[in-house]
């Protein structure tokens, strides 16, 4: 019972376990972009090490989860609130807009100097690059733009950012309209329908195997799974038996972890197939949800401990910045320091100046929250629900 007071206490404040989730998260995708070609390529050492770096996107799934838990959260305790709307909104405004609009600003900057004729010497370009505005208006997601070079490793991440915008302009109407019961009948169809429309989406639109992965309405079970997490995770009676119930838990973990098992080991390396972009992405989102919620109720275990690790929240909590840049300072270094020769091979060299790269954007990251992004989320949250 005391280690159920425990989870209780934490409800409300600031969970320390969930940064430390986070700098796994962005982990994983620092990971996959940076070492999947050095492993796929390599053999010996570097090789046995690519069915695990091959599933380093799910990361990215595991960022959904959290801003399912996270915000879903926020929403329910603030329900009733005056403010409920207008300091959603607010918030969110100052944690995510600046940096990503400085970002955006960045590569028009770099272009209007640079131009595109440098910028094709450093590498290849799309033919018909979209318009800005849609970034500025979080859409690059809604069609399969094609982009590389340059304009790829500067933007090519922002589609998760669309996707979570997109979110965030749906969930907190749903949440203030619906009852509790019903938002669970809610968010449960949405897990249980994402699948058929994943499976529509890649056998009847046109380059849908593009985009299952991109559309918000595709991903929405891997919020939903969140925001389940945190209704049930507020349910006191639910965080005790999660909490005094180990082998419950263990259960749930072993089952969904043999779920993430099964689907690595038949589409790690195929983030697209029709298996994965079905099935496989909900069972990677249960994965994650089950371990969110292992993490909160089992706060003595070697798991939460792992969480609370000083250098995982700390990375977790520069995960934002560094999510949107870690491809751009990838490309910067390797074109800097390695020929073409070298850029193309699997040896060790390669791999040190990609560590170097990852602790240039942990560094970028850190004075980024310091000096920028930190004093905008004080002066978001100095509006109260």
Known sequence: MQEAIRVHSSQRGR????????????????????????????????????????????????FFVLSGFLIGGILLDARNSPHYFRTFYIRRLYRIIPLYYAWICGYILLVAVVGTTHLRAMGPQPEARPPMYVYFLFLQNLK???????AAAWLGATWSLAVEEQFYLIIPLLIWLLTKRTLVIVLSMVILLAPELRFAVHNYVQLGPELVNVLMPCRADTFAMGILAAILWRNAKARTY??????????????????????????????????????GL???????????????????????????????????TVSYCMYIIHIAVQGACQDIVLSPSI????????????????????????????????????KGHAYHY
Do not use: C
């Not at 399969?144 to 340059?150: D, E, K, L, R």
């Not at 089950?290 to 995982?312: E, K, N, Y």
């Open 144 to 150: 399969a733009f094609h982009i590389s070079g340059v």
């Open 282 to 316: 909900t069972l990677i989102a249960l994965f994650f949800a089950v371990i969110l919620l292992f993490v909160l109720s089992r706060p003595d275990g070697i798991t939460a401990s792992i969480t609370r690790m000083r250098g995982l929240r700390e990375i977790g």
């Open 15 to 62: 969970i320390p376990e969930l940064d430390g989730l986070r700098g796994i998260a962005i982990l994983l995708v620092l990971t996959f972009h940076y070492f999947t070609t050095v492993t796929g390529e390599a053999s010996g050492t570097f090789s046995y090490l690519h069915n695990f770096v091959a599933m380093g996107w799910a990361g990215v799934d595991l």
């Open 343 to 378: 850029r193309q091979s699997a040896d060790w060299t390669r791999v040190a100046v990609l560590i170097a790269a990852a602790i240039l954007t942990y560094a970028i990251a850190k004075i980024s929250w310091i000096f920028f992004e930190k004093p905008l989320f004080h």
């Open 242 to 279: 999660l909490a005094t119930n180990k082998l419950v838990m263990f259960f749930l973990v072993g089952a969904s972890l043999a779920g993430l098992l099964v689907v690595s080991a038949k589409w790690y390396s195929r983030p697209w197939s029709l298996g994965m972009q079905t099935i």
